[in-house]
């Protein structure tokens, strides 16, 4: 596997430069290319996520494919005008001057994608790189295995090694990879293996994308539809069974409407994933796999053993990799679920008795890539956004923001670093090339030397620059 990751780098490292010179036609024609190919593949990569993630068609065609659709199209739509070179403001010393932005290739990527939106995760950075006129390398989460087959084998048929590869594989394929001097990585994963990727991209001076998640928290004030929160909470906290980067990873919540909340969080549960006493898992996803189950049972007990109170659910079938919509209330702060990314459908309930309140345990943690706030008092939502730092924020609503690809995506700090969609993505994948054509009357030979004759002029520049 080294020799050949090592040979399609290689042909890449030579490619690139042809790549450099297409024009946005020639994109257009290889995204049209990309989504005919997914088109032919649908029905693979609806049993494939099923297999993976248990996920539903309707589930996986909204979140996953028709999201895929949508980037493409969209790209296609404004890729011309992104790669036009845009015109900028004039300072004193190229005043007479042509001033414009170029926006070229990065040349040879890297996209490594998580398990979680195993096709949604891998293919929204690649419309970009392609747009951008890049040749790119794919390395998919092992933990997808049956997605990572269909990627393999659809990049495989559509595309030559030499514009895009795809490598199956465990960790030992991303560590080869990772090896290369690439000239940037797109990484979608934990904030530990981030810091991974970044340190190996720093041995090569490589630029990186790194999209993480973090703690997301939803305040929920006194002023907002409680029903329509708690409603809207449970869909973004339970769809893919919790397994989302921006769903909301716990809730802080007005003292006196806890309980309010409580009981239209368990009807909208019931009413969406509900099939008797249990749950419809033809529509609710499993865990990926035992490893991950085992972590979310052990911070379901160890928060229960540090004082927190099961409000909600709490079942767990270990044969289904199921676990049930949890509700935690009267959470210990220093518990470890309140430390790390649940990443699962359990969701702590925290109360505030003021706005500083909440705002304050909002800042004590790390930059999250969301924060959603839930509240129809405009001072409340204001104050949240300006007060706090995220990713993202939605107000009166949870994860729509991602699905606007005039909307730049990406985390904070610990959250991430760049961003992502739309014209958002393409800039990532693109250098941005300042390139100034001078004019016959440019005025710098003022300021050559020698400079004693010209001591007068300091005062005047020291106004114009």
């Known amino acids: 596997?080294?020799?050949?990751?090592?040979?399609?780098?290689?042909?890449?490292?030579?490619?690139?430069?042809?790549?450099?010179?297409?024009d946005?036609?020639?994109?257009?024609?290889?995204?049209?290319?990309?989504?005919?190919?997914?088109?032919?593949?649908?029905?693979?990569?609806f049993t494939a996520l099923e297999k993976d993630l248990r996920k539903n068609r309707f589930e996986s065609a909204v979140t996953e494919l028709y999201f895929t659709y949508a980037e493409i199209d969209f790209a296609i739509k404004k890729l011309k005008g992104w790669m036009s070179?845009?015109?900028?403001?004039?300072?004193?010393?190229?005043?007479?001057?042509?001033?414009?932005?170029?926006?070229?290739?990065?040349?040879?990527?890297?996209?490594?994608?998580?398990?979680?939106?195993?096709?949604?995760?891998?293919?929204s950075p690649l419309v970009s790189a392609i747009a951008a006129g890049n040749c790119v390398m794919?390395?998919?989460?092992?933990?997808?295995?049956?997605?990572?087959?269909?990627?393999?084998?659809?990049?495989?048929?559509?595309?030559?090694?030499?514009?895009?590869?795809?490598?199956?594989?465990?960790?030992?394929?991303?560590?080869?990879l990772l090896k290369l001097p690439f000239d940037h990585i797109f990484f979608?994963?934990?904030?530990?293996?981030?810091?991974?990727?970044?340190?190996?991209?720093?041995?090569n001076l490589t630029s990186v994308t790194l999209e993480l998640g973090g703690k997301s928290p939803a305040i929920v004030d006194g002023t907002c539809n409680i029903k329509k929160a708690a409603e809207k909470i449970a869909w973004g906290k339970l769809v893919n069974a919790g397994q989302t980067c921006i769903a909301p990873d716990y809730v802080l919540i007005e003292e006196n409407k806890r309980n309010d909340f409580i009981e239209h969080y368990k009807i909208a549960v019931g009413r969406m994933f509900g099939e008797g006493a249990g749950i419809n898992k033809n529509d609710y996803a499993k865990i990926i796999?035992?490893?991950?189950?085992?972590?979310?049972?052990?911070?379901?007990?160890?928060?229960?053993?540090d004082g927190a109170v099961l409000t909600f659910g709490g079942e767990t079938n270990e044969k289904s990799l199921t676990v049930l919509p949890t509700l935690l209330t009267s959470v210990n702060e220093k518990s470890a679920i309140m430390q790390e990314e649940i990443f699962g459908p359990i969701l702590p309930v925290i109360t505030f008795k003021?706005?500083?309140?909440?705002?304050?345990?909002?800042?004590?943690k790390n930059k999250p890539l969301a924060l959603y706030i839930f509240s129809d008092n405009k001072q409340h939502q204001h104050k949240i956004i300006n007060e706090t730092s995220a990713g993202g924020t939605c107000v009166n609503d949870v994860l729509v923001h991602i699905s606007n690809p005039n909307l730049p995506?990406?985390?904070?700090?610990?959250?991430?670093?760049?961003?992502?969609?739309?014209?958002?993505?393409?800039?990532?994948?693109?250098?941005?090339?300042?390139?100034?054509?001078?004019?016959?009357?440019?005025?710098?030979?003022?300021?050559?030397?020698?400079?004693?004759?010209?001591m007068g002029l300091l005062k005047w520049l020291k106004k114009l620059m």
């Open 1 to 22: 596997m080294e020799q050949e990751i090592k040979s399609v780098f290689d042909l890449q490292q030579k490619h690139q430069f042809s790549l450099r010179k297409t």
């Open 24 to 45: 946005a036609k020639t994109r257009i024609d290889k995204l049209k290319l990309l989504k005919q190919a997914l088109a032919g593949a649908e029905e693979a990569v």
């Open 85 to 123: 070179p845009k015109s900028v403001g004039k300072t004193m010393s190229n005043l007479f001057a042509q001033n414009k932005i170029y926006y070229e290739p990065k040349g040879v990527c890297l996209i490594i994608a998580p398990w979680n939106y195993p096709l949604q995760l891998m293919m």
């Open 138 to 176: 794919l390395k998919p989460s092992e933990l997808s295995e049956a997605t990572a087959g269909v990627i393999s084998k659809l990049i495989a048929t559509t595309f030559d090694p030499k514009e895009i590869a795809c490598f199956e594989g465990d960790a030992d394929v991303s560590t080869e």
């Open 188 to 203: 979608t994963g934990s904030t530990t293996i981030g810091k991974v990727v970044m340190e190996a991209a720093a041995k």
């Open 289 to 305: 796999n035992d490893k991950q189950f085992k972590r979310l049972a052990k911070l379901k007990e160890d928060a229960i053993a």
């Open 354 to 364: 003021n706005l500083e309140e909440a705002i304050n345990i909002v800042n004590s």
């Open 409 to 454: 995506f990406g985390g904070v700090n610990s959250s991430g670093i760049g961003s992502c969609h739309g014209f958002f993505g393409f800039k990532t994948f693109s250098h941005e090339r300042a390139v100034v054509f001078q004019s016959k009357l440019g005025v710098t030979k003022m300021i050559y030397p020698p400079y004693a004759p010209k």
